[in-house]
């Protein structure tokens, strides 16, 4: 549970003193401004920010949109993005679709939508085997997979080399100065890569294949340095549990794809928008950030722990770097119960726009 004022607290018990951090180099000028209401809401002594980033978009940087119905809702977010897509050169990953809880009943909705835009939209809070796809890809060992993938099946792999040996370079401790010892890993690597691209040329036709895949892989990483740096591995099966989702998931980012770099561009989703829950979008950002179902139904425990919720919220709304959207449809419930938060956006100047 979220403390009402954490700040003085720590400040008061461990004379604490505190040095205000003013330069915000994600988000432009616009957004920033309307972060400080929140913040505000949250700690009333908090520091005015200055954005170091500059604004490079038309219109409104933050707004509600009222929608008359959940599929009008789905065909217009699924044609702004495609706009935006085409007017700015951004990438499917520049946006995400954010939702309170229930992703996969939005996603039943908004799916076919994106879809027929040309713009394929993945529920990432669904679920691989026993983990949470959003959970899975954030994973040391489902990362590593796809690092020393890239490198194996890339003609021209010079970036994924790099990346391949600083990870797994770290992982094994060798020190960037050993120059001896990084000779000798770099030869492992290579052969290595070598020997997955002979063995496995193909994408894997069924999961055994992308099990049998997913256990070479550890097995040069090696799995017993992956539990030892990363002690949640070690604990009620978890391991296991990542490995067998990470072998189903790349079973089925191959169904589609004609080679192995469509299979990990699938597994990575970096060619389809992201639908996640608000809690797991912390540490991650993006160009634009759309809330959809800002209302009571979806924030049915708000009143019960509002600093908390409005903390979630503030986090969320940082994500972005140039646009947010909050939409709101009438017929998914009311927004009585969370009248605090549309009153920050309004004390913000946040503009509500009706959408037919």
């Not at 789905?74 to 050169?89: D, I, P, T």
């Not at 072998?247 to 389809?272: F, I, P, Q």
């Not at 993006?286 to 503030?314: K, N, P, R």
Request: proline letters at 4%; aromatic letters at 8%.
């Amino acid at each position: 549970m979220a403390m009402d004022d954490p700040f003085s607290a720590f400040d008061a018990d461990f004379g604490g003193k505190r040095t205000p951090l003013y330069n915000n180099y994600r988000s432009s000028p616009e957004l920033v401004r309307i972060q400080h209401v929140l913040a505000q809401a949250l700690d009333a002594r908090a520091v005015e920010p200055v954005s170091k980033t500059a604004t490079t978009i038309a219109g409104e940087s933050c707004a509600i949109w009222d929608f008359s119905s959940p599929e009008i809702e789905a065909q217009r977010l699924a044609r702004f993005v495609a706009g935006e897509v085409k007017a700015h050169a951004l990438g499917p990953r520049d946006f995400v679709l954010l939702v309170r809880q229930k992703a996969v009943d939005y996603a039943a909705v908004l799916e076919p939508a994106f879809r027929a835009a040309g713009i394929p939209l993945r529920n990432e809070a669904g679920t691989v085997g026993a983990v949470m796809l959003q959970e899975l890809l954030a994973e040391e060992a489902s990362e590593l997979l796809v690092k020393v993938l890239r490198l194996a099946m890339t003609k021209r792999a010079g970036r994924h080399w790099t990346e391949c040996q600083e990870a797994l370079g770290a992982l094994r401790g060798i020190s960037p100065e050993d120059e001896a010892a990084q000779a000798i890993f770099a030869r492992e690597l290579d052969a290595q890569a070598t020997q997955l691209s002979a063995d496995h040329p193909e994408p894997p036709a069924s999961k055994a294949d992308a099990r049998t895949i997913v256990d070479d892989v550890l097995c040069f990483v090696g799995r017993e340095r992956l539990i030892a740096v990363h002690p949640a591995y070690a604990q009620g099966g978890w391991f296991e549990k990542v490995v067998e989702a990470t072998a189903v998931h790349l079973h089925g980012s191959s169904a589609d794809a004609a080679d192995w770099t469509e299979t990990l561009d699938t597994y990575e989703g970096l060619h389809a928008i992201p639908l996640m829950t608000i809690h797991k979008s912390k540490g991650l950002e993006y160009h634009s950030v759309i809330f959809v179902g800002l209302d009571d139904g979806a924030w049915w425990s708000f009143a019960g722990d509002q600093m908390e919720a409005t903390a979630g919220f503030f986090v969320a709304f940082t994500r972005a770097k140039q646009r947010v959207v909050f939409t709101y449809c009438a017929k998914r419930g009311a927004r009585t119960k969370i009248a605090t938060l549309y009153g920050l956006l309004s004390k913000a100047g946040v503009q509500t726009i009706q959408i037919a």
